[in-house]
């Protein structure tokens, strides 16, 4: 058991640890990749098709809904059923993005060669310049988040912060870039809190 003023300790330690870890983002994503991927994702005319495993997985599900929000239509393809028949839906135009801190996953490495022979684009994020998944893609955004704020270095944490912290920059410069208002957010988004505030209430 731990003390409460441990418990509050490892809380602060892991604020400044992921704290550090976005603020980083801004010296170490490779500044030419990074606008790259924001005007493919905002000229794209098919799916952003995102994809991971473990908590690369839970990462892309949250980070699809945000590209709906913002007029990019996107769904989370599952790669354990990928290659059980779901490869089928991807197409051409599509962009297939890939989150995998290693890069070392085979399920995304095998996913790689069948979008492009289905005729999508291919983007990875990793943190392994040197992967497979790195090499094989059409642009790969390399991660420098350092140690996790986890001590024994096995939960996703910094990275994952990271991970989000990127794609809702990507987000805004998507929104940026394609003009879009509070009208179009009238349409998608009329419930809720944001709905109340568009109406004025």
Same mark, same amino acid.
């Given at each position: 058991?731990?003390?409460?003023?441990?418990?509050?300790?490892?809380?602060? &330690?892991? #604020?400044?640890?992921?704290?550090? +870890?976005? +603020?980083?983002?801004? /010296?170490?994503?490779?500044?030419?990749?990074?606008?790259?991927?924001?005007?493919?994702?905002?000229?794209?005319?098919?799916?952003?098709?995102?994809?991971?495993?473990?908590?690369?997985?839970?990462?892309?599900?949250?980070?699809?809904?945000?590209? &709906?929000?913002?007029?990019?239509? =996107?769904?989370?393809? /599952?790669?354990?059923?990928?290659?059980?028949?779901?490869?089928?839906? *991807?197409?051409?135009?599509?962009?297939?993005? *890939?989150?995998?801190?290693?890069?070392? =996953?085979?399920?995304?490495?095998?996913?790689?060669?069948?979008?492009?022979?289905?005729?999508?684009?291919?983007?990875?994020?990793?943190?392994?310049?040197?992967?497979?998944?790195?090499?094989?893609?059409?642009?790969?955004?390399?991660?420098?988040?350092?140690?996790?704020?986890?001590?024994?270095?096995?939960?996703?944490?910094?990275?994952?912060?990271?991970? #989000?912290?990127? #794609?809702? +920059?990507? =987000?805004?410069?998507?929104?940026?870039? /394609?003009? *879009?208002?509070?009208?179009? #957010?009238?349409?998608?988004?009329?419930?809720?809190?944001?709905?109340?505030?568009?109406?004025?209430?």
């Amino acid at each position: 058991m731990r003390t409460r003023e441990e418990l509050y300790q490892s809380c602060l &330690n892991t #604020f400044a640890n992921e704290a550090h +870890a976005v +603020a980083e983002l801004a /010296n170490t994503v490779d500044r030419e990749k990074l606008v790259d991927l924001v005007e493919m994702i905002a000229a794209c005319k098919g799916h952003i098709i995102m994809t991971g495993c473990g908590t690369s997985g839970a990462a892309s599900r949250k980070i699809s809904q945000v590209f &709906n929000c913002v007029d990019r239509a =996107s769904m989370y393809l /599952n790669p354990a059923d990928a290659p059980h028949g779901d490869y089928g839906v *991807i197409r051409p135009e599509d962009i297939v993005i *890939i989150i995998t801190k290693s890069g070392k =996953s085979k399920e995304m490495i095998d996913l790689i060669p069948v979008a492009k022979m289905r005729g999508a684009k291919v983007v990875a994020v990793t943190e392994n310049p040197d992967s497979a998944v790195a090499r094989e893609s059409d642009l790969a955004i390399i991660l420098s988040t350092g140690l996790e704020a986890c001590p024994y270095q096995c939960l996703s944490t910094t990275s994952v912060t990271a991970v #989000f912290a990127l #794609f809702d +920059a990507v =987000s805004i410069g998507v929104m940026l870039q /394609n003009d *879009i208002t509070t009208e179009y #957010f009238k349409q998608v988004h009329p419930s809720g809190g944001v709905g109340e505030m568009l109406r004025g209430k």
